[in-house]
């Protein structure tokens, strides 16, 4: 069975900083997607940056990107330049290869930027 | 604005009652999935759909049902509504059922249970 672990319930950055969210998974499969997805206190689930078992480059999207150790199953976020706007709930997904391709979540860090 | 809406945003309803809510994914996206967002389980996958068809079912209740639609919306269908299904239920559109097609989720629906 599929699992994200997300160990840190909370995290506090200053503005302007960078900050890693941490993310671990575990899975047999060799074919698999990673997912990070941001919800503001508004409730919607934003897409941010994706990265698949095969790539060997991190995948970068703006100030987004994502530290993956393969070999640790590991998927690190990292937000560079950190915003007030960032403050909200970062959730780690996971996909696998075959037919179901259902997501499957952690259970969140909450992050806080303060000015 | 990720393009996949959800109807009725907030529902507020009673114990034992049934609530229809609604799903129109994104132009061109041929798959559905539901989730279900609670304070105790999270972020958990109910049903997806592709074209019509069933393709996959995860936590979902017997009491709970979905079908898409023709015109690909989706309807997630639940009754005898208890106190713990209180819960944000999100619908998600993808072009496909490919590996590597993220996930646009919906604004979502706010279900209170009295």
């Known amino acids: 069975a599929q699992k994200i672990t997300q160990t840190q319930p909370g995290m506090f950055v200053q503005e302007k900083e960078a900050v890693t969210l941490d993310c671990t998974y575990d899975?047999?499969?060799?074919?698999?997607?990673l997912f990070w997805y941001k919800q503001p206190s508004s409730g919607e689930m934003i897409f941010l940056i994706y990265?698949?078992?095969?790539?060997?480059q991190n995948a970068t999207e703006g100030r987004y990107s994502l530290n993956f150790q393969k070999a640790r199953k590991s998927a690190n976020l990292v937000i560079s330049a950190s915003q007030l706007g960032d403050s909200a709930m970062y959730f780690c997904?996971?996909?696998?290869?075959?037919?179901?391709?259902?997501?499957?979540f952690g259970k969140g860090t909450l992050l806080t930027v303060n000015p | 604005d990720s393009g996949v809406t959800q109807t009725p945003k907030h529902l507020i309803t009673a114990t034992g009652q049934r609530v229809t809510l609604r799903c129109s994914p994104r132009?061109?996206?041929?798959?559905v999935y539901w989730y279900q967002q609670s304070l105790d389980q999270g972020l958990q996958f109910l049903i997806q759909?592709?074209?019509?068809?069933?393709?996959a079912k995860g936590n979902i209740l017997e009491r709970f049902s979905a079908q898409q639609f023709p015109d690909l919306h989706s309807e997630l269908n639940l009754s005898s509504l208890e106190l713990g299904d209180s819960a944000l239920y999100f619908c998600?559109?993808?072009?496909?059922?490919?590996?590597?097609?993220?996930?646009?989720f919906g604004p979502g629906t706010r279900l209170t249970v009295l």
């Open positions: 899975t047999s499969d060799q074919s698999y997607g």
């Open positions: 990265q698949g078992s095969y790539d060997e």
């Open positions: 997904a996971m996909r696998r290869g075959g037919s179901n391709y259902k997501l499957t």
């Open positions: 132009s061109g996206d041929l798959s």
């Open positions: 759909y592709y074209n019509g068809e069933e393709r």
């Open positions: 998600a559109s993808s072009v496909d059922v490919g590996l590597y097609n993220e996930q646009f």
